[in-house]
């Protein structure tokens, strides 16, 4: 009797074990290989010629056309028509970078060069690091006309210098011929002189 409830409780037990690995082996998750990665191609960067870039504006062109061809009043008159037509700030700070440039290239006087500056100084104020594609070959005008304030003190004190020089030299000048005039004059006294005095004796 107890043979047989010993083997029976080990078939019970096995029968036990076979469903609790049964059991287990459906429940546990089964891990599933990670689904392949397809690696992307490189996206080949874009270069500045693919890039689209806007058309330019033809009054700006031609204002720059004007500006280096010298032609420095229609270049300033065409650069003020384009930033105050100007559809966006980059466009319009490029045009007044370039009226600046023409009008400080065009300053004749004190008053013209200051308002010249204004004008930079706007720009300048305005327009953020690095600019918004302002042609620095503008300045090259610019600098052309140039003088630091050292070197116009010197050219000042030589132009004075050589103004005195010149001076004197005039003076001098104007002293011989008023010296030849008063002695032709007095030439003249003793020929009138000797011939009256040549008549008085008849």
């Not at 229609?74 to 384009?82: G, I, K």
């Not at 004190?110 to 308002?115: G, V, Y």
């Not at 030849?180 to 000797?194: G, K, N, P, T, Y």
Request: with cysteine; charged share 30%; aromatic share 6%.
């Amino acid at each position: 009797m107890d043979i047989q409830c010993r083997s029976g409780m080990r078939i019970v037990l096995a029968a036990v074990a076979a469903m609790a690995v049964g059991l287990f082996s459906g429940c546990a998750p089964i891990a599933s290989p990670p689904p392949p990665v397809t690696a992307s191609p490189p996206v080949a960067p874009q270069s500045r010629e693919e890039t689209p870039r806007p058309a330019e504006d033809p009054g700006y062109l031609d204002a720059v056309s004007a500006f280096q061809s010298g032609d420095m009043e229609r270049a300033a008159s065409l650069f003020e028509q384009v930033s105050q037509a100007a559809l966006d700030e980059p466009s319009r700070r490029r045009a007044l970078y370039g009226l600046a440039c023409a009008r400080l290239t065009m300053a004749q006087d004190e008053k013209e060069l200051a308002k010249a500056r204004s004008l930079w100084e706007t720009w300048r104020a305005e327009s953020p690091p690095g600019g918004d594609g302002e042609d620095p070959k503008f300045m090259a005008g610019i600098l052309s006309q140039y003088r630091p304030a050292f070197l116009v003190k010197d050219i000042k004190a030589a132009c004075d210098k050589e103004c005195d020089k010149r001076l004197l030299e005039k003076e001098e000048e104007v002293r011989r011929i008023i010296q030849r005039q008063v002695q032709a004059l007095e030439e003249i006294h003793r020929e009138i002189q000797e011939k009256k005095k040549g008549l008085s004796n008849y």
